[in-house]
């Protein structure tokens, strides 16, 4: 008997990968979410991991291959498991007495174990305790782990128990005199049960001080809702169980609030590790042409997205470039002394919090530089949000994480939040909605070195700044030359949309507004009004 496992669709649009490195070989013996490889996908490198336990018995695609969502990743041979698998000792049944009184006869214990989905993929020969994956990487986010073997007492004969919600309607079943008369076998059933499956000792311990089954069904109920909520994969789970952390309590830091492994040790009084970098392999293949001997390296992952979106913004717009420079020498002068107070509160100050402040008061009066095209319908429209994109330099390529909502957002909350999406997106940890929404763009070569370039529209958006190095230039000033500090200003925007008149107003008005920062309502004194 043979089990495929198929590229699990991972949402947000995703529908390939390129697969990176291979943790497994044929022929190995696998555990349930032991790790089977590395992919790439278009916003991260994810590992994916075995639905089941079982052997290897095919790999079906090879390194640096791309992979789309459905095709077969791994064939396994379950027969093999079967035969060398032990036989699990059979688990005697005890007879519970009758009771004296004339009340329900209570019949033999039994073990608790989470039922297996059965559907026409799912054999009742695989192990329970785990659910079957519902088609993510992360897959299902199941109440339970695995129930160790334990007689629980007072239950009917056969009867699987899954989850909270589960449990709490068996509670509902029990007639109130049935409940009454065994009240302390049932209490201590039942937390027995919360201990094995839920890993949580002080719902356990709270149910053991309940007096009733309103109040316990009360108790039940409120933690089954928090526990509907908790996002985290099976060996996180696993973690906290080890560690005794419940995770209810934990604030998750991963995708949409997943609790990570690194949040399980935090909480246990770990210090988080470093995020895993994975060295991605290029396939070279050495040729030789009619000159000599050349490399040849596939696009994929994030480079072959790169390519074709570059591809797609050049053809979709007609792009043209304005060139200016601003004097900053007075914003530098606030922002070396504001620095200070910023990194007293972590916080690393750059110039770009500013220049988004000016070009949201900029917006306000040429709102076609904040708009999306929509060339199917013919229409353009304008953002009366500013949503910014940030273009980050990455080891893997050019990813451009959206700062949202940024016209509510402070000096200091601002540069906290690029701080974090950069970082983010080095450790390859953005999803897609940390890049989508996006009004406008910024995109930052001053730390490199250049000074002007022509930076390509990221359609549908409608124009994009590129910041170039800030320098020190000697500028005629009343009749003096003095030395200012300038800031070189390349704003590329869709001629279809926006006349050359029009953006040459918008960078007049950016400049302004940079060289005299008390527009900003920031004063030359360095005020921390902005710190938050």
């Given at each position: 008997m043979v089990f495929e496992f198929k590229f699990p669709d991972v949402g947000e649009g995703i529908a390939e990968g390129t697969l990176i490195r291979w943790k497994v070989k044929e022929g190995d013996f696998v555990k349930a979410d032991q790790p089977l490889a590395d992919i790439e996908t278009d916003k991260a490198i994810v590992e994916v991991p075995s639905p089941i336990a079982g052997k290897i018995a095919k790999l079906h695609s090879k390194e640096g291959e791309i992979i789309n969502v459905g095709a077969v990743l791994v064939t396994y041979d379950k027969e093999s498991e079967a035969k060398t698998g032990a036989a699990k000792p059979e688990i005697p049944k005890t007879e519970i007495p009758k009771s004296e009184t004339s009340k329900p006869e209570i019949l033999r214990p039994e073990i608790l174990r989470p039922a297996p989905v059965e559907s026409p993929k799912t054999k009742s020969s695989e192990k329970p305790g785990k659910r079957k994956d519902a088609g993510a990487v992360v897959g299902q986010l199941p109440e339970y782990e695995e129930v160790?073997?334990?007689?629980?007492?007072?239950?009917?004969?056969?009867?699987?128990?899954?989850?909270?919600?589960?449990?709490k309607e068996k509670l509902e079943s029990i007639d109130d005199d049935t409940f009454s008369h065994h009240v302390n076998e049932y209490k201590n059933d039942f937390a027995n049960w919360i201990r094995d499956v839920m890993h949580n000792n002080e719902l356990a311990d709270k149910i053991n001080g309940l007096k009733s089954k309103t109040e316990i069904i009360d108790?039940?109920?409120?933690?089954?809702?928090?526990?509907?909520?908790?996002?985290?994969?099976?060996?996180?789970?696993?973690?906290?169980?080890?560690?005794?952390?419940?995770?209810?309590?934990?604030?998750?830091?991963?995708?949409d609030g997943e609790i990570t492994k690194d949040d399980v040790n935090s909480a246990s009084g770990e210090r988080p590790t470093e995020a895993k970098q994975v060295q991605k392999i290029n396939i070279i293949k050495r040729e030789y042409d009619l000159f000599g001997y050349t490399d040849t390296i596939p696009i994929r992952g994030i480079r072959r997205t790169i390519a074709k979106n570059m591809e797609r913004n050049s053809q979709k717009t007609a792009a043209v470039t304005h060139f200016d420079e601003a004097d900053v020498t007075m914003l530098s002068?606030?922002?070396?002394?504001?620095?200070?107070?910023?990194?007293?509160?972590?916080?690393?100050?750059?110039?770009?919090?500013?220049?988004?402040?000016?070009?949201?008061?900029?917006?306000?009066d040429h709102p076609y530089l904040n708009a999306i095209v929509d060339d199917d319908k013919e229409?353009?429209?304008?953002?009366?949000?500013?949503?910014?994109?940030?273009?980050?330099?990455?080891?893997?390529?050019?990813?451009v994480p959206v700062l949202k909502i940024a016209e509510r957002k402070n000096i200091g909350d601002i540069a906290k939040e690029i701080s974090e999406l950069a970082d983010k997106a080095h450790k390859r940890k953005l999803d897609l909605a940390d890049m989508r929404g996006g009004t406008f763009t910024i995109t930052n070569v001053g730390s490199i070195g250049g000074i002007f370039a022509t930076p390509i529209i990221n359609y549908?958006?409608?124009?994009?700044?590129?910041?170039?190095?800030?320098?020190?230039?000697?500028?005629?000033?009343?009749?003096?030359?003095?030395?200012?500090?300038?800031?070189?200003?390349?704003?590329?925007?869709?001629?279809?949309?926006?006349?050359?008149?029009?953006?040459?107003r918008f960078v007049n008005d950016l400049k302004k507004i940079l060289e005299e920062p008390k527009k900003l309502n920031i004063d030359a004194e360095g005020s921390s009004d902005n710190l938050g």
């Open positions: 160790p073997e334990r007689h629980y007492f007072f239950l009917k004969t056969g009867e699987q128990i899954r989850s909270l919600g589960q449990l108790a039940i109920t409120g933690k089954q809702q928090i526990y509907s909520s908790i996002k985290a994969i099976l060996s996180v789970r696993k973690l906290a169980k080890d560690k005794g952390i419940d995770l209810s309590r934990i604030t998750g830091t991963g995708k002068s606030i922002r070396e002394k504001e620095k200070i107070k910023f990194e007293e509160k972590g916080i690393k100050l750059t110039f770009i919090p500013y220049i988004i402040k000016a070009l949201i008061m900029a917006f306000k229409e353009i429209s304008l953002k009366k949000y500013y949503n910014i994109g940030i273009a980050v330099d990455t080891a893997d390529g050019l990813l549908p958006q409608v124009s994009i700044l590129l910041l170039g190095r800030i320098y020190e230039k000697p500028v005629a000033r009343e009749g003096a030359v003095e030395i200012r500090k300038i800031l070189p200003l390349s704003l590329s925007f869709d001629h279809r949309l926006v006349d050359g008149a029009e953006a040459a």
